[in-house]
């Protein structure tokens, strides 16, 4: 029983120490419109394939990898991030995310939250 607890311990004090463990429990969400826009909005946001800008004046623009150019609109809805792209001229369903922050990283999870997610970084305006 002692090795099991060893094992144990040294696992837990591990996961406490990586890197991925910390950063996730660094993100909360950010649940109001002001707050959106003090983080998020006129900065440049980029992942591993792309970037985009989400505007004060409720456009977005970006560009993935493989797709090219898009844009767009936004709106804040009951707490998500609201929007629809058109992308190669074809308009998109609309998609509320959530958004959550930690430090200069972002993550969007589609389907209010329950779909998957993207993680970008928050560039300058």
Not at 93 to 111: F, H, N, P, T, V
Request: hydrophobic share 35%; with cysteine.
């Amino acid at each position: 029983m002692t090795h099991f607890a060893d094992l144990r311990t040294a696992l837990v004090a591990l996961a406490l120490l990586s890197p991925t463990a910390a950063v996730a429990q660094d993100y909360r969400t950010i649940e109001t419109a002001a707050d959106f826009a003090a983080h998020v909005v006129g900065k440049t946001l980029r992942w591993s394939t792309g970037e985009t800008r989400i505007l004060a004046d409720g456009t977005t623009r970006g560009e993935m990898q493989n797709i090219g150019q898009y844009h767009g609109s936004w709106t804040w809805e009951d707490g998500y991030y609201c929007r629809s792209l058109i992308v190669n001229e074809t308009k998109s369903d609309q998609k509320c995310l959530l958004i959550e922050i930690a430090g200069d990283r972002l993550r969007m999870s589609y389907g209010k939250g329950d779909g998957r997610s993207l993680e970008l970084e928050i560039g300058s305006e």
